[in-house]
């Protein structure tokens, strides 16, 4: 590689790591610290070019965060690099007490109250959204699903990213209860089968090709056109409704077991 393209990928790094939280100092000291093992300061200094109190200070910081270590050698500190992978534990971390921090203001928001009426258009802004709402559950909450055969243009738009929202939903323990219209009972044992928290019933309807999720205090309509497009109604009084009406649906369909784990 270049010179120029070295300088290109280490500008970017820095910019990148920035992004993840590391002030330009600790950053950089942190692309220093990477190729060598137990090193003094003076290095990291000219390694840098930074004055040597900003080393100093961001040599704290970034043992404070995990991203390095030191040892004393002969009365000396000497410095080495912590794992690129602890990086990933800090962005979990900082999302961990975003989360914490969101149910915190919800409480006080002014608005919390009023409804709410989004739209998502496209195959990228449904599979966001669909792992957006994910997020924004309590572990062990419930979805209710009422499909009006969209099941496999569900999975369809899904693609490869289902895995990952499965994995998702059952560390959370989201149940899942899908009513399903279509009467694909094959299709729907086989979920049972392979879907933890999963519980199917069939309730025999004409298909309207609009599926209707129902949450604690929204509702998502799932609209499969060309393009897909789901409609995100808020509003905790119409989802407790909608609650009452699946219910109703649900216990005059057939019955099937819920899978666990």
């Keep these: ?40 300061t003076s290095n990291l200094i000219r390694a840098t070019g930074l004055h040597g109190q900003f080393v100093y200070q961001a040599l704290d910081r970034l043992e ?29 971390e900082k999302k961990l007490a975003a989360q914490t921090v969101v149910k915190q203001l919800r409480e006080q928001f002014a608005g919390k109250h ?21 997020e924004g559950l309590s572990d062990g909450e419930s979805i209710d699903m009422l499909a009006s055969g969209g099941g496999n243009q569900y999975i369809d738009l899904m693609g490869s990213d289902l895995n990952e929202y499965e994995r998702r939903r059952i560390e959370k323990k ?24 999963f519980e199917y019933r ?24 060309d393009p897909v497009v789901a409609f995100t109604f808020t509003n905790k009084r119409v989802a407790e409704g909608y609650k009452r009406f699946f219910e109703v649906l649900w216990n005059l369909s057939g019955t099937q077991k819920p899978q666990d784990i």
């Design 1 to 40: 590689m270049s010179k120029n393209l070295d300088d290109i990928a280490h500008k970017d790094l820095l910019k990148n790591l920035e992004q993840l939280g590391l002030s330009d100092k600790e950053a950089r000291v942190y692309l220093a610290l990477l190729p060598r093992q137990d090193t003094g």
């Design 64 to 92: 404070e965060l995990g991203l390095a270590k030191h040892v004393v050698q002969s009365g000396r500190k000497k410095f080495s690099a912590g794992s690129p992978d602890r990086i990933l534990a800090l962005v979990d």
């Design 114 to 134: 009023q409804q709410s009426f989004e739209v998502f258009q496209g195959d990228t802004a449904f599979v966001a959204h669909e792992f957006a709402i994910l």
């Design 174 to 197: 989201v149940s899942l209860r899908f009513l399903s219209t279509d009467g694909n009972h094959n299709y729907l044992k086989i979920m049972a089968q392979t879907r933890p928290f």
């Design 202 to 225: 069939v309730l025999p309807q004409v298909a309207s090709g609009v599926d209707t999720d129902i949450y604690k205090d929204k509702i998502n309509f799932l609209l499969y056109g």
